[in-house]
Each structure stands twice: as structure tokens, then as C-alpha cells.
């Protein structure tokens, strides 16, 4: 949203600053003892010279634009104190330093507060393209107004969508001919990403799509708490680990953990481990249960899978069959936080827009775990975790190992 430009806010602001600095004055005055006598006389013409300062940097600094910059009273503070000052040593008047301190405190909050009441106008957005109107829903939603695409007054203008590069040329010069800041969706240069970035290469200007786990410093810090979280949680349930994997040698006779080709970050298959919680012909029986897909999708989910022996119906309600792929993420194949790790067979049904999700290191976590696990369908599975590409921060890697403890305990989801 953007502010309405009344041609009175310079006077308003002007009368502010003056109320201002009334303010400093009687607040000095009544601080006397502790800071020592104020000669409240000689103050005056100080006021008057701090005001016509603050008047000059708020127009110096665009404060009275119609769209002014973020941070422009801070600036502005700035600039009035320095020009005080200068101004007091050209003219040799004696300031005291509390005055100038205390205006740019008391005049910084006082015109926020006066532009938070100011009336705000709607921003006007013209949109074009294929997905237009699903971006005007949501625009609209956030508070602006779509106008028409030959109409006067917009203040942007929004690609939604693929367009052809002679539309999109044209759309360019268009936003350029009329002043207005152009809007591109990012499916345009392919999948959506979170991090875009300007590169320069002499005289050639690149943009760079990224996904928001591929910044350095994100990158470590999510290494470091994949690294110390795996070590901690393999030592906490070392002696659990150790009565498993008896229970399940002694259920069958079979092997303790289950070995699966899956597929990582940019779409590299490793061997993931899991606690063995099915019979040990499971895989060669699996054309039996087909038919009893309880999931929309290329993956396959179903309640009362009869291949799941008991203990392995345990371990799975509590997830303790994924322990094993705590090793998986020392290895660096998987994160304690992504996506889950699709099957070959799965990805091969993948359309293009899924693949995005491969951006990312499989986590063991995540927000379709979190959600509701097996009893979502499949669309809203994969757009979960897109959801988690797109806007990951460690904070949210965070917030959802602390959502999977109730979860995992309250056995939600889990077949």
C-alpha cells in the first residue's frame, strides 16, 4: 500500500517538529537537576535553527515523496543533527548536546505516529498473462486494486505466467515508456525458486535462481545442525536401537535393517537404511497389494498392508523404523528436515514441476509429516514440500523438529 501525498503534509510535518521540540524544552527543563540549568530564552532561537534543520533534511532526504524510502526518518535525524551542529559552529552558538539529542528522538517517533494515521492509497496493478487471474485474486487479497491494462494511473505492472519473448520485450518496453516497476513470474526462466539474484559479467547482467537452502551461510548452518542433532539423537537411542533390532531377529530370523535405492538432492540415488518392518519378501509381494493403493500419485500408501510383520507395525506407528537414517544424514545424503525421499519408480512419474523438490536434501522430517503424514492426498503432499523449498529458513527447520515430537508420539498418520 502505498501513502496518499496531501499538499499539506509539509506544513503538518513542520508543525510537528515545532510540538517537538516544545516537548524537548519542557523535558529538559523538568530534568534541570540532573543535567544541570537550562536558560530556556537561549533555547528558542536553538529550536528554531533544529527545526529549519529537520525542515532541510526531510526534503533532502525524499520524506515528502510519494513514495518515500524506508528508513527515511532515521536518515533524516541524521542529516538535522549534523546540519545543528555546523550551523551552531559557523554562528558560534553555544548548543547544548542534550537539545539535538532529544529532538531526534522525540521528532523520529512523533512523524511516525503521524504517517501511521496517514491515509493510505490502494497500489493499481495492471496484470497480463496466462495465470492472471489467480495473481489478481491474491492481489486483491492483499489490499490492491487490478486495473486495466490501457488504463492511466497504475503504479505496477505484473507478468502472471509464460509468455512468448516477443510479449514479454513488449511488455518491457512498455513498463519502461510509462515509469512503472516491471514484475516477472519466476516460472517464466523455469521451476519457482526463493532466492534470486543480479550477476554482472562485464557488460552482460545475468539473473541466478537458487533455492533457499543454497545460500553459504544457510548451508552451513543447516549442516551443523544436521551434524550435531544426528550425533546426539543415535546416542540417546543407542540402547533402543540395540533392543529393535533383537526383536527383530527374533520375530523371523531375518535382517535387522532394510536397505532402499532412493533419490537425493539433484535427483542422486542412494542407499537409504530403515529398520526392517515388513516381511523379508516385501519387495517381490509387492505387485500383490498394488491394486490397494490407498494414495493418488506414484506412491503407495495402504492401512493393513499384510507384508507389515507386528513389530513393524510398532515401530512404524512411532516412527522408530527411520532411526537407522540418522546415518544417512552424517553421510550427508540426507537432512534432518526436507522432503521425504522418493523412490526411483516414483520420480518417474513425476511431472516437471515436481522435480523442484529435488532441489533440496531428503529430510527424515518435514511439513507433511507434520501435517498429517498418510492421510494427505498426494497433490497436497508434494505441494507441502515445495512449500518447505521455497520458504526454508532455520528457523522453520526449527520449528518443525519441535512439531515432529508430538506428532510422532501421537503416532498421527502412520501406516
Known amino acids: ?34 543535567l544541570g540549568p537550562l536558560e530556556v530564552g537561549r533555547a528558542w532561537p536553538v529550536g528554531l535553527l533544529l527545526v529549519g534543520c529537520w525542515a532541510a533534511s526531510l526534503a533532502a532526504v525524499g520524506a515528502w515523496r510519494r513514495e518515500a524510502p524506508s528508513g527515511v526518518l532515521l536518515r533524516a535525524a541524521l542529516v538535522a543533527t549534523a546540519l545543528d551542529v555546523v550551523v551552531s559552529w559557523l554562528l558560534r552558538w553555544p548548543v547544548n548536546r542534550s537539545l539535538p539529542i532529544g529532538m531526534a528522538v522525540v521528532a523520529v517517533l512523533g512523524l511516525t505516529a503521524l504517517r501511521a494515521l496517514r491515509p493510505r492509497a ?13 495473481v489478481e485474486g491474491l492481489l486483491v487479497a492483499s489490499g490492491a486494486t487490478v486495473v486495466p491494462r490501457g488504463g492511466e494511473g497504475a503504479d505496477e505492472l505484473w507478468v502472471a505466467g509464460q509468455v512468448s519473448s516477443e510479449e514479454l520485450l ?8 510509462r515509469g512503472l516497476p516491471l514484475t516477472l513470474d519466476a516460472t517464466h526462466t523455469g521451476p519457482r525458486t526463493a532466492r534470486a539474484e543480479l550477476r554482472q559479467l ?14 553459504e551461510p544457510a548451508r552451513i548452518a543447516k549442516r551443523v545442525l544436521d551434524l550435531l542433532g544426528a550425533v546426539a539423537l543415535l546416542a540417546l537411542s543407542a540402547p533402543v536401537l540395540a533392543v529393535i533390532a533383537a526383536l527383530i531377529r527374533w520375530q523371523d530370523g531375518g535382517p535387522i535393517l532394510f536397505v532402499q535405492e532412493r533419490v537425493g538432492r539433484y535427483g542422486r540415488p542412494f542407499r537409504m537404511l530403515k529398520l526392517r518392518t515388513m516381511v523379508p519378501d516385501a519387495e517381490r509381494r509387492l505387485p500383490e497389494v498394488l491394486a490397494h493403493n490407498e494414495i493418488a500419485g506414484p506412491a503407495f500408501k495402504m492401512r493393513g498392508d499384510p507384508r507389515v510383520t507386528p513389530v513393524g507395525r510398532w515401530l512404524r506407528r512411532f516412527s522408530l523404523d527411520e532411526l537407522p537414517q540418522l546415518v544417512n544424514v552424517l553421510q550427508g545424503h540426507m537432512s534432518l528436515v526436507g522432503p521425504r525421499p522418493p523412490l526411483p519408480v516414483e ?45 526454508w529458513s ?22
Open 122 to 134: 490502494r497500489r493499481r496493478v495492471v496484470v497480463v498473462g496466462p495465470d492472471r487471474a489467480r
Open 170 to 177: 513488449e511488455l518491457a518496453e512498455e513498463a519502461d515508456r
Open 1 to 34: 500500500m502505498r501513502f496518499v501525498r496531501p499538499a499539506w503534509w509539509p506544513a503538518v510535518d513542520v508543525a510537528a517538529l515545532v510540538a517537538s521540540w516544545c516537548v524537548v524544552v519542557l523535558a529538559r527543563s523538568a530534568l534541570g537537576d540532573l
Open 202 to 215: 562485464g557488460d552482460w547482467t545475468g539473473v541466478t535462481f537458487r533455492p533457499a537452502t543454497e545460500t
Open 394 to 415: 532455520l528457523w522453520l527447520d526449527l520449528a518443525l523438529l519441535a512439531r515432529t515430537i508430538p506428532v510422532v508420539l501421537a503416532g498421527t498418520g502412520a501406516r
Open 347 to 391: 520420480v518417474a512419474g513425476w511431472e516437471r514441476w515436481q522435480w523442484r523438490r529435488l532441489s533440496v536434501r531428503p529430510g527424515m522430517t518435514g511439513l507433511w509429516q507434520v501435517s498429517g503424514r498418510a492421510d494427505l492426498p498426494w497433490d497436497v503432499w508434494i505441494r507441502l514440500d515445495l512449500d518447505y523449498v521455497d520458504r
